[in-house]
């Protein structure tokens, strides 16, 4: 009961749910000083645990805390403090081995995992629910400053705009279980998710992203002869749908451009806007092009908008341009080399188990890439971290169970990694008994 108590309390901070979310000052503050107060956890992930793609998160975390901070000293202008500060976005990374690491310590049972991360994603679309129905109007606000939770635009009206890493994956799970272990309450379950995203989050990227990831998970899921009905299915109603939006946004008609971004609200023009002042202020250089110029932090003695010259500057509206606007193309570079090995790993791990939440845990770093146009990676790298931290775990929980099954196996309780008994007599020369065929 402690580990799962303990999971239930740990597994938020390091997924950043309360990261922006300044409306809750505790949890908003502690989320913020989580990569430092579990920086022994990280220090033992890396020295101690063998874990994959180790090297390439050292790189990236090397390059965005060490690097990039130094180049906004020679490009903002940043002094050293102010510097070190922009690298608070950048440090959840580390939580692949701070997560790995008290995994291995705790050694939960992969129903205690399963239970903790599921239940969140109930009590996310239960919680989402129930302030949409039950807070006044007069709470929701109009600015960013005022909370992020709440939030009234003229475009989409009042919306609830939750934290949804555990309803996402949620939502990948229900979708992998109603192909493999078809059931009516699943299959209800999946749509009426979207419904619910539709009505309060309203978040267009997020949910299209989801769409494209839960019509994907389904797909693989199915045996071969339907998957290649579902695919020509698929391939049908997208060109009906692309059709029936080119019609919508009056792509057969004159005025196409005026009514897409008409559609779009506001948004579109502040990104335009956005793009454009990056851009020029990157200008010719070969040298900003390349490593970027880092940032500037909102606490500092300069801000990115005192910088640029403009109240309307938004990076993290940018997608990967805002990537390339801070830590240049090798950043960018690394940043998407970490999340398609990281997608790898966990495909690789739900291979491996069969298990569906390890499906949709590789499901959801699929979703992380295909929305980064929009969101970019680097402002909640801790999403990465726990899932590819879960699914390594429960990979070699799984490899540990299967390898306790045959005889002549131990494992090792430092990486979970299975080890073949050799007996007395392999060792004086006789014949081994029970020993494993090579």
Same mark, same amino acid.
């Given at each position: @009961? ?38 022994? $956890? ?9 874990? %994959?793609?180790?090297?390439?998160? $050292?790189?990236?975390l090397a390059y965005a805390l060490g690097f990039t ?33 008290? $995994? ?18 109930? =009590? ?37 705009? @939750? ?7 949620l939502v990948f799970y229900l979708a992998r279980c ?39 998970? @389904?797909?693989?899921?199915?045996p071969a002869q339907l998957r290649r009905i579902a ?9 009906? =749908? ?22 779009? =609200? ?121 899932? $590819? ?46 020993? %494993?065929?090579?």
């Amino acid at each position: @009961m402690g580990v799962v108590l303990v999971l239930a309390a740990t597994l938020p901070m390091f997924a950043q749910v309360f990261h922006y979310m300044n409306e809750l000052p505790p949890t908003y503050y502690m989320s913020k000083a989580w990569p430092f107060i579990t920086l022994p $956890l990280s220090i033992y992930g890396i020295a101690r645990l063998d874990l %994959p793609g180790r090297n390439i998160f $050292l790189i990236f975390l090397a390059y965005a805390l060490g690097f990039t901070p130094m180049i906004s000293v020679i490009q903002l202008g940043n002094d050293f403090f102010d510097a070190m500060t922009t690298t608070v976005k950048a440090w959840p990374v580390s939580y692949y081995f701070a997560l790995s690491a008290l $995994l291995a310590m705790l050694a939960p049972a992969p129903k205690a995992v399963r239970a903790v991360m599921i239940g969140y994603g109930w =009590g996310t679309f239960a919680l989402m629910i129930l302030l949409f129905l039950v807070v006044p109007t007069s709470w929701y606000g109009t600015k960013p400053e005022d909370g992020k939770l709440l939030i009234y635009e003229i475009e989409r009206g009042y919306r609830v705009y @939750m934290p949804m890493f555990f309803g996402m994956i949620l939502v990948f799970y229900l979708a992998r279980c109603a192909v493999m272990k078809p059931n009516l309450l699943r299959l209800i379950a999946v749509p009426t998710a979207f419904v619910i995203m539709l009505v309060i989050y309203k978040q267009r990227m997020a949910i299209g992203g989801a769409v494209l990831v839960t019509a994907y998970a @389904m797909l693989v899921s199915l045996p071969a002869q339907l998957r290649r009905i579902a695919i020509g299915a698929a391939l049908i109603a997208a060109c009906a =749908g692309l059709a029936a939006g080119a019609y919508k946004f009056g792509l057969f008609s004159g005025g196409a451009a005026d009514q897409v971004q008409e559609s779009l =609200g506001g948004s579109l023009t502040v990104r335009q806007n956005s793009l454009s002042l990056a851009a020029g202020f990157l200008g010719d250089s070969a040298l900003r092009w390349s490593f970027g110029v880092g940032a500037a932090t909102r606490f500092g003695t300069v801000s990115m908008r005192d910088i640029i010259g403009d109240n309307n500057f938004f990076i993290a509206d940018l997608g990967w341009p805002g990537v390339v606007f801070e830590y240049g193309i090798a950043g960018a570079i690394l940043l998407a080399a970490i999340h398609v090995w990281g997608f790898i790993i966990a495909l690789k791990a739900a291979r491996v188990t069969g298990d569906p939440l390890v499906m949709a845990l590789s499901d959801y770093v699929l979703y992380l890439l295909i929305t980064s146009a929009v969101y970019p990676l680097i402002f909640v790298p801790g999403e990465l971290g726990v899932v $590819l931290a879960v699914a390594v775990y429960l990979q070699r929980a799984h490899e540990r169970t299967e390898a306790m099954a045959r005889p002549g196996v131990r494992t090792s309780p430092r990486v979970g990694r299975a080890h073949p008994v050799v007996s007395r007599g392999a060792v004086s020369g006789g014949p081994a008994r029970n020993a %494993p065929v090579r």
